[in-house]
């Protein structure tokens, strides 16, 4: 493998430099002088290029090629988002200058909300969660608000699917609620039962995902918000699926009394490895009394922030108003796209996902075999059991096709699970493609598994050992 | 309308055939009837991409890009190198996903390693995390780092700034964590007030150094009394500055975070930014989201991994410390290539520069008639009080492209210089400034 960038130091080699300080040195106290220059590299321009173009060589986007992980919904990241973001107009603003200054950006904003808004059936929104995870917090926080102003302090419950993503159960304790879990029922949604037992006055809220995370949209939806309500409590929408139903369905009207969205999923944001994401939170009036300060609203005269002086307001969620730069292709994306091209990507994103698991479900079992929304699970547990070759195993081989392999062991409760998300920006071609791939491993599990249990073969490293990672860590470089 | 499909019409309706539909609509045929939109969401129809950038061109225009920026408070204006412009688009880096397969992602995770290494060298900590939504909810993050049963307190000195106190207490609000304040005494610490606050039911005195005020903090002092109750000290820091400032390590602290903005990052109208986290290697177990770890392969390969994941969302759910799932990790490469970019040298002149265009320019409103708020030592930022209400000089500074420094009330205001103000920038503002008084 690559060199660190470390290793490619050489004692002052230098890339970028600055012109001599035009103004008098200052002498500060030697106390609070650094004692020796920090060890960074010391590089050419032609070092920085080679080194990241090598290191570029070593990572797989999207645009490298088919990324099938379920719920994470990797879709086409366009350009012209790139473009958008990077204009002078939005980049060089500085976040303290005044509304007053900046109405290209203020109207941006409210424009982003107000669309938000519209495709989920909510009533107002804040762009100021920096991520899904910041906002299922920040929706957790605005209904304890909302239970604290009705004097409603017994509520110390949040109720999740077994199903669910971790940060519903992680969010929910941080904001100071015990966790109860409900079962699924045969056909991967809530169990409605189980759910009418755990409901009573102590409970704050239920998170949901819908279509759930087995990419099933549930048909009781309506009825579980209501008997949730009918118990004084309210109902979260973690809008991590919204991808399957944009233009047909919508939380608003399900129910939810606040949603939260994945930009960096359902709105074609670039997932840059890990982040920066956006996760913009939905409400229904109800709730907005209690937005966090630094959400966008505008007024009688104009437009102003939340802040101190709204005192029902659960506090600042982070510092200013959002991820803009990520705000503003979400909004070019939804130009782009329209109320038209929304309903078809949504679509197109079920009949794709429908479409891969019709060719798939006699080479594997389907979890839930009914027609599924935009992703679908398939259990590998047979094919461990009768060849030793498990879902890990299976995803280790697809490295050597050029392509990322799907979720795997997610949700927890479909073993040796692989969760497949096309999303509607993949070709006929690549999934076929992939169909293939999938049997012909299938098939060589059983003729020749060694074949399959010594991949991958065409990775710059095999088979990483995590264990050691994690007994015997190494966070940083190991200077001489 | 743009609508990103690859598959035509054609192949939809193939697609469809092959698994027993006749329509798009009918893919939602299990959904209960009654939730089904009945008529198009209520938005514009698609438009061509030339129409998009259009618009999208038109919103930015309207806005007042200065020339000359003399505002920080954590945000700032820095040059950003072209080759850091240029690589942090690579479309393998944008678009790529958390890289949990290791395999396919060893460049991703170098360069988060490679992040996490350079955190630690301008810090002096041990271990770094992969960084967290911006510093004000690093700063929130760390209280779950220092917090034990028996200490519950945490000390925040009233020079932080406003929004990290207030993150901090957002986060806090419904967990047993009390936030006391600490007062200050001519801009910084007071001494007096922290040790008679600090006890053994502190878990930690956050403190911000440079601190909002610009000035500087006496961190040796202040780390040995607050360790010597057990306590332990967070350093709030803007990471430029440590190209020129003694590092926490140094100074005793036990956790460094901060905004990282000002490594090589737009000002962007406040986001996406980049908390970073670094600590002393004992309170690794306790740092929140991702970590990257060196390791081998299976042919004894240096090769790196997501790892220490026992202590995130995805595997203790509701027990974990923090739902944090992504890191910044585009704004984490971008911040890497920056330092790698200017280098130790480069790190050093931009903050000295940062300093001196400062020094510089306090000095000549000094002779204007400003007077400096607070009389300790400053960095890049300082407090004048002014002869001119803040609304006049706003004004007249807006009128010659210069967005002016931060208005804290009528009189007071925050200046911030960067290597990015001339010496001929600071003269025109001074002269303008003169022009005014007179």
Redesign the interface.
């Known amino acids: 493998?690559?060199q660190?960038?470390?290793e490619r130091s050489v004692p002052f080699?230098?890339?970028?430099?600055?012109d001599t300080?035009?103004?008098?040195?200052?002498k500060?106290?030697e106390?609070?002088?650094?004692?020796s220059?920090?060890?960074?590299?010391?590089?050419s321009?032609v070092d920085?290029?080679r080194?990241?173009?090598?290191?570029?060589?070593?990572?797989?986007?999207?645009?490298?090629g088919f990324?099938p992980?379920g719920s994470?919904t990797?879709?086409?990241?366009?350009k012209?988002n790139?473009?958008?973001a990077s204009?002078?107009?939005?980049?060089?603003?500085?976040?303290?200058?005044a509304l007053s200054?900046?109405?290209?950006?203020v109207?941006?904003m409210d424009k982003l909300s107000l669309?938000l808004t519209?495709?989920t059936g909510m009533d107002a929104f804040t762009l100021q969660p920096?991520?899904?995870?910041?906002g299922?917090?920040t929706g957790l926080?605005l209904i304890?608000a909302y239970h604290k102003a009705h004097n409603d302090n017994k509520r110390t419950k949040v109720i999740?699917p077994d199903s669910s993503?971790?940060?519903n159960?992680?969010?929910?304790?941080?904001?100071?609620y015990t966790?109860v879990s409900v079962p699924s029922n045969n056909e991967g949604g809530v169990d409605v039962e189980a759910l009418k037992a755990v409901l009573n006055d102590e409970v704050a809220a239920l998170m949901l995902t819908n279509p759930n995370t087995l990419g099933l949209?549930d048909?009781n939806?309506?009825e579980i918000a209501r008997l949730v309500h009918e118990v004084g409590g309210l109902v979260y929408y973690d809008g991590a699926n919204l991808n399957a139903?944009?233009?047909?369905?919508?939380p608003g009207?399900?129910g939810f009394d606040v949603v939260h969205l994945n930009l960096?999923k359902t709105f074609?944001t670039?997932?840059?490895?890990?982040?920066?994401?956006?996760g913009p939170v939905g409400v229904k009036s109800c709730l907005v009394p209690y937005l966090?300060?630094g959400t966008l609203i505008k007024e009688a005269y104009g437009y102003r922030y939340i802040d101190?002086r709204d005192t029902l307001s659960?506090?600042?969620?982070?510092?200013?108003?959002?991820?803009?730069?990520?705000n503003?292709r979400a909004?070019?994306y939804?130009?782009?796209?329209?109320?038209?091209?929304?309903?078809?990507?949504s679509?197109?994103a079920?009949?794709?996902a429908?479409?891969m698991m019709?060719?798939l479900k006699d080479t594997f079992p389907v979890a839930y075999p009914?027609?599924c929304m935009h992703e679908f699970v398939i259990s590998l547990a047979q094919l461990k059991k009768e060849t030793e070759i498990s879902a890990k195993d299976i995803?280790?081989a697809l490295?050597d096709y050029q392509m990322?392999?799907p979720t795997m062991y997610?949700p927890l409760i479909v073993h040796e699970a692989l969760m497949i998300e096309p999303t509607?920006?993949?070709?006929?071609e690549?999934m076929d493609n992939f169909i293939q791939v999938l049997k012909d491993l299938k098939q060589l599990a059983y003729d020749d598994p060694q074949k399959i249990l010594n991949a991958?073969y065409t990775?710059?490293?095999?088979?990483?050992?995590?264990v050691?990672?994690?007994r015997n860590?190494?966070?940083?470089?190991q200077f001489k | 309308m743009a609508d990103y499909l690859s598959n035509t019409p054609d192949q939809q309706v193939q697609m469809l055939k092959e698994i027993g539909l006749n329509s798009l609509e009918e893919l939602y045929a299990n959904l209960p009837q009654d939730l089904i939109l009945q008529k198009p969401l209520n938005l514009a129809l698609g438009q061509s991409e030339f129409s998009v950038f259009d618009t999208l061109k038109d919103l930015s225009s309207k806005n007042k890009v200065y020339k000359t920026i003399l505002r920080g408070a954590g945000v700032e204006h820095h040059y950003i190198p072209s080759v850091v412009k240029q690589l942090s688009n690579r479309e393998e880096f944008v678009s790529a996903y958390t890289p949990y397969q290791s395999e396919l992602s060893q460049g991703i995770l170098q360069s988060i390693f490679e992040y996490q290494s350079s955190m630690c060298e301008i810090t002096g900590m041990d271990v770094c995390n992969a960084s967290v939504y911006d510093g004000a909810t690093a700063a929130a993050e760390a209280i779950q780092m220092v917090i034990e049963k028996n200490r519950r307190k945490i000390l925040v000195p009233k020079n932080i700034h406003p929004q990290v106190v207030s993150v901090m207490r957002t986060y806090t609000q419904w967990l047993n964590v009390e936030i006391v304040d600490v007062e200050c005494r001519d801009g910084v610490v007071d001494m007096d007030d922290l040790k008679s606050k600090c006890d053994d039911n502190c878990a930690a005195l956050f403190i911000q150094h440079p601190n909002y005020f610009g000035l500087l903090e006496d961190v040796m002092d202040i780390s040995q009394v607050v360790h010597s109750t057990g306590a332990k000290l967070v350093q709030y820091t803007n990471p430029m500055t440590l190209g020129y400032l003694k590092t926490p390590r140094a100074n005793g602290v036990d956790i460094a975070i901060g905004e990282a903005q000002p490594l090589g990052i737009p000002m962007s109208y406040g986001g996406p930014f980049l908390g970073f986290m670094a600590a002393s290697a004992d309170l690794v177990r306790r740092l929140p989201g991702r970590i990257v770890g060196q390791t081998v392969d299976e042919n004894g390969k240096r090769a790196f991994t997501l790892t220490l994941q026992a202590r995130e969302q995805h595997i203790r759910r509701e027990k974990a410390s923090s739902s944090i799932c992504s890191n910044q990790a585009l704004m984490a490469l971008t911040a890497s290539m920056y330092l790698a970019s200017v280098g130790p040298s480069g790190l050093k002149e931009v903050s000295e520069h940062s300093m001196r265009k400062a020094h510089y320019f306090a000095n000549e409103l000094v002779k204007l008639g400003f007077k400096l708020k607070y009389s300790g030592p400053y960095f890049h930022e300082f407090v004048t009080v002014s002869p001119l209400e803040n609304t006049v000089i706003e004004r007249v500074l807006d009128e010659i492209n210069v967005l002016s420094g931060l208005s804290l009330s009528s009189h007071e205001t925050l200046w911030c210089c960067t290597e990015t103000i001339k010496k001929e920038d600071i003269d025109r503002v001074v002269n303008r400034l003169k022009e005014v008084i007179v």
């Not at chain 1, 300080?21 to 200052?26: A, F, M, N, S, Y």
């Not at chain 1, 670039?270 to 956006?278: A, D, E, K, L, V």
């Not at chain 1, 659960?314 to 990520?326: D, K, P, Q, T, W």
């Open positions: 493998m690559s660190l960038i470390f080699r230098r890339a970028v430099r600055f300080c035009d103004v008098p040195e200052v500060l106290d106390k609070y002088v650094r004692l220059k920090a060890r960074l590299p010391e590089v321009e920085i290029v080194h990241y173009m090598e290191l570029s060589r070593y990572s797989f986007g999207v645009d490298n990324y992980l994470c990797m879709k086409y990241n366009p012209l790139e473009f958008a204009l002078e107009g939005f980049t060089s603003i500085h976040p303290d200058q200054s900046i109405p290209g950006t109207e941006l669309s519209e495709i920096a991520a899904g995870a910041h299922e917090f926080l304890r999740v993503h971790g940060t159960p992680a969010s929910a304790s941080m904001a100071g966790v949209f048909p939806i309506s139903i944009m233009g047909t369905a919508r009207d399900m960096h074609s670039p997932h840059g490895g890990g982040g920066p994401g956006s966090p300060q101190e659960i506090g600042r969620m982070r510092s200013y108003y959002g991820n803009f730069l990520v503003v909004y070019t939804i130009l782009s796209l329209g109320c038209d091209g929304l309903k078809s990507a679509q197109n079920v009949l794709n429908n479409y019709n060719a009914q027609t995803c280790k490295l990322h392999p997610f509607e920006t993949e070709s006929k690549s991958p990775t710059p490293v095999k088979r990483v050992d995590d050691q990672a994690a860590p190494i966070l940083k470089y």
